[in-house]
């Protein structure tokens, strides 16, 4: 099986930098995707990343090492809108994606 | 454009009841897949179908069936349905391309007594 792991809960204020990593021993490896979900929504895409290196999408950016199995959600000038639900998915050698349980960002003012 | 919809937002369900949970999407993908998303537990695949006529099962399939006719219906059926099944159950889709991003759906919140 797959195994994703990522930090539960995380709180940041307004304005910070928060740093979410995740963790991941897949059979295969073709890219791993980042998604936001804030509470009794459906998640929608963030960012890929399918060869090492950081990627950066205006003020989120994500980073990858494949040797590592590592990966991390660079969240930066945190605005109250950024509380959500963050979840690491990897996509295995069957070209299935695999979640890790989410972590809970929570924004303080 | 509506992208993907589920019917229905919600539903309570006795145990041993049928119940079919619809998505359609109009963004012509060929992939689609259904989730369930449970506390702690993240998304976890139940079905999936790379293209119209044919279908795969994913970690947790059983007391599922799926079946896809057409390139824009994925419906999901619980045939005798059991309080393990209380969920919420989201529908995705994908178009291939470089990263094949899969885009989900609003979701179902399923609650079997």
């Known amino acids: 099986g797959q195994n ?7 709180t940041a204020t307004e304005g910070a930098i928060v740093q979410i990593n995740c963790t991941y021993q897949t059979s295969g490896f073709n890219g791993l995707f980042w998604y936001q979900q804030h509470a009794g929504e459906a ?15 205006g003020r989120f950016s994500s980073f990858l090492s494949r040797s590592k199995g590592y990966s991390y959600l660079l969240l930066k000038e945190l605005q109250m809108k950024d509380s959500a639900s963050y979840l690491c998915a990897v996509r295995d050698g069957d070209y299935k994606l695999s979640f890790g349980a ?3 960002v929570t924004v303080r003012a | 454009i509506a992208g993907i919809t589920q019917a229905p937002t919600s539903q309570i369900l006795a145990a041993g009841r049928r119940m079919t949970l619809r998505c ?7 992939a689609m897949y259904w989730y369930r998303q ?8 139940i079905h999936y179908s790379n293209t119209a006529g044919t279908t795969g099962k994913g970690e947790v399939p059983d007391g599922y069936s799926v079946s896809r006719a ?3 219906d994925f419906p999901l059926t619980l045939a005798s349905a059991v309080p393990s099944q ?4 989201f529908c995705a889709s994908s178009g291939g ?3 094949d991003t899969q885009y989900f759906g609003p979701g179902t919140r399923l609650t079997v007594l």
Do not use: A, C, W
């Open chain 2, 24 to 30: 359609t999407q109009d963004m012509r993908h060929n």
């Open chain 1, 43 to 57: 998640p929608t895409f963030l960012s890929y990343n399918v060869l090492d290196g950081l990627e950066e999408k």
């Open chain 2, 38 to 45: 449970d506390l702690g537990l993240g998304l976890r695949l």
């Open chain 1, 102 to 104: 989410g972590t809970t």
């Open chain 2, 97 to 99: 391309g470089e990263t």
């Open chain 2, 86 to 89: 209380t969920s919420v159950y």
């Open chain 1, 4 to 10: 994703i792991d990522q930090p539960t809960e995380m």
């Open chain 2, 70 to 72: 057409n390139t824009d």
